[in-house]
């Protein structure tokens, strides 16, 4: 009920479904949508993308129709991300995860909520993961992620053992 979470809400899958960075996602243009064919030149690198105007996308460009560029009006990086991580504990995503990081030369474990980790880079990973796991070649995804090297799109897949197993079988089962 609350319309800045549900912006929030909507951009965070607006990522999730195109794979841009909050940059990119929040300077999105009329101008950059040809047809069903979103092209937008990424800040980051400077490089162009041609990223399919998926269904759940087009759903939330068509609840945002009465604004310039058809989406939820932007939110600052920092506030978003605070209100993903409500949303994330609102949606009842409990588990908890080890978060490792370097700090200096120490090494720094803690455990945390999954919702906890949640922000608006998550839906970038989340879009690379999905599109792996439904089969899509990585070369056609890191297309639409920009990332030049498959070292650092790997980063970006995070399977289980399980469902790299479960995969696999459905590729070969495919391929019978």
Known sequence: KDKTMERARDLFVFGCYTGLRFSDFT???PEHIVGDILRIKTIKTGEWVNIPILPAVREIMG???DNPNNLPKSLVNQTMNRYLKELGEMAEINDKKLKIRNKGKDRVEEVLFKYQMICTHTARRSFATNMFKRG???RVIMNITG???EKAFNSYI???QDE???LLKEYFNKSA
């Open 164 to 166: 790299n197993a479960k």
């Open 136 to 138: 899509i070649p990585t």
């Open 27 to 29: 300077s999105v243009k």
């Open 158 to 160: 995070k399977i289980s």
């Open 147 to 149: 990332h030049r090297t």
């Open 63 to 65: 609840k945002y129709k």
